[in-house]
């Protein structure tokens, strides 16, 4: 899905040819090193602070319960992604050649200070998208189950069927990307601001691109972004459920 990624970058910079073979895959080596640490750390901690505030706040409402798990999961997670992310999207934009050069070209010219270039703005899109993904995942999830225990009222092991787990998170995947797409260009936008164009601020960004493009500006890229998400997504949740389930069989 990575090269769709790639697409939904160029869109959102409003660069020519989007849609050009060449340079599909740059940064994905950046993207790998920060992703996968990243959903460990993100999504391992959410399932902790999940099930700790659960436990300890048995009469506040599930709902907000992942809204605030997903949060700090996160939070947690993001301040090893942001310098992957500045790599990854200024390799995709094309303003380095490649990884070494990138790394070389950063530090020269802002230090460690410019591997975070859009920190605030990665936490503005992602923190947002967290708690939507999660959330809509987790309601739709106990949604299913609901239904399906009133059919199986002498069952109380029953699980998403991997169907039922793609449904959910390809719903999850859908409306959060979508939602959050203008916080999504904000983001690509001050990560890949090598001149100060954006002002190095959310909302000197956001007021930049409602002046220039309108509010369609802030779309920018969303087919793509959607595109890549909700089938990932979807992937995700299949996987983690089927994990879930064969972890509890074990205990």
């Not at 500045?86 to 490649?98: F, P, T």
């Not at 990665?122 to 189950?145: C, H, M, N, W």
């Amino acid at each position: 899905m990575y090269p769709i990624d790639t697409i939904k970058t160029r869109m959102q910079m409003r660069q020519g040819n989007a849609w050009r073979v060449k340079g599909l895959y740059s940064g994905v080596m950046g993207s790998l090193v920060g992703q996968v640490p990243y959903g460990v750390l993100t999504f391992g901690s959410y399932e902790i602070y999940k099930q700790s505030l659960l436990t300890r706040f048995p009469n506040v409402k599930p709902t907000f319960i992942y809204a605030l798990s997903a949060i700090l999961g996160d939070i947690t997670g993001s301040g090893w992604l942001c310098p992957s992310e500045v790599m990854k999207q200024q390799l995709q934009a094309g303003i380095y050649g490649n990884m070494g050069e990138a790394v070389r070209g950063i530090w020269k010219k802002s230090g460690l200070r410019g591997f975070y270039q859009g920190f605030t703005g990665g936490l503005a899109r992602d923190v947002p998208f967290r708690v939507a993904q999660l959330t809509t995942f987790e309601v739709t999830k106990s949604i299913y189950l609901r239904a399906k225990r009133s059919n199986n009222k002498d069952n109380d092991s029953i699980a998403l069927s991997p169907l039922e787990a793609a449904i959910c998170g390809a719903a999850a995947g859908s409306f959060s990307a979508a939602i959050t797409n203008p916080l999504d260009r904000i983001k690509t936008l001050m990560m890949t601001d090598t001149t100060n164009a954006y002002g190095g601020s959310v909302v000197a960004c956001a007021s930049k691109i409602l002046r220039d493009d309108g509010i369609g500006g802030l779309f920018a890229g969303v087919g793509p972004r959607v595109g890549y998400i909700a089938p990932s997504v979807c992937i995700f949740f299949v996987t983690y459920e089927l994990v879930q389930q064969k972890m509890k069989k074990t205990e």
